[in-house]
């Protein structure tokens, strides 16, 4: 098992940044992707971005150029970093580790963007 704790959500104006933090525990080893998630009411959950075991990154061309997938491996946490925030980035954001065939899953943290 793979557990996965969000952080980092809130309340922010358009063109501010925030940043997401996502801690792995348990069983990591062997996690093959981890990634980002976001679900706005109504719409159905959509890939924000992925960063693979071996470093490479994949990102929605909605948020490529503004938002950075990176990790820690010292600390088994994946950040998003999110810059030029616009109303249409709020979501609940949701963290997922790809191990075997396995998708593990963060309880989500809310991004809010309005002025």
């Keep these: 098992q793979v557990q996965l704790v969000e952080s980092g959500g809130g309340l922010v104006q358009p063109g501010g940044s925030l940043r ?5 525990s348990g069983s990591i080893f062997g996690i093959n ?20 075991r071996g470093g490479s990154t994949n990102y929605a061309d909605s948020v490529k150029g503004r938002f950075t997938i990176s990790r820690d491996n010292a600390k088994n946490t994946v950040y998003l970093q999110m810059n030029s925030l616009k109303p249409e980035d ?23 963007v309005s002025s």
């Excluded at 997401?20 to 792995?24: G, M």
């Excluded at 009411?41 to 693979?52: C, M, N």
């Design 90 to 112: 709020t979501a609940v954001y949701l963290c997922n580790a790809h191990k075997a065939t396995v998708l593990y899953w963060g309880q989500g943290t809310q991004v809010t």
């Design 20 to 24: 997401l933090s996502c801690a792995a």
């Design 33 to 52: 992707a981890m990634g980002w998630y976001r679900q706005a009411p109504g719409k159905q959950r959509e890939l924000v971005a992925v960063i693979f």
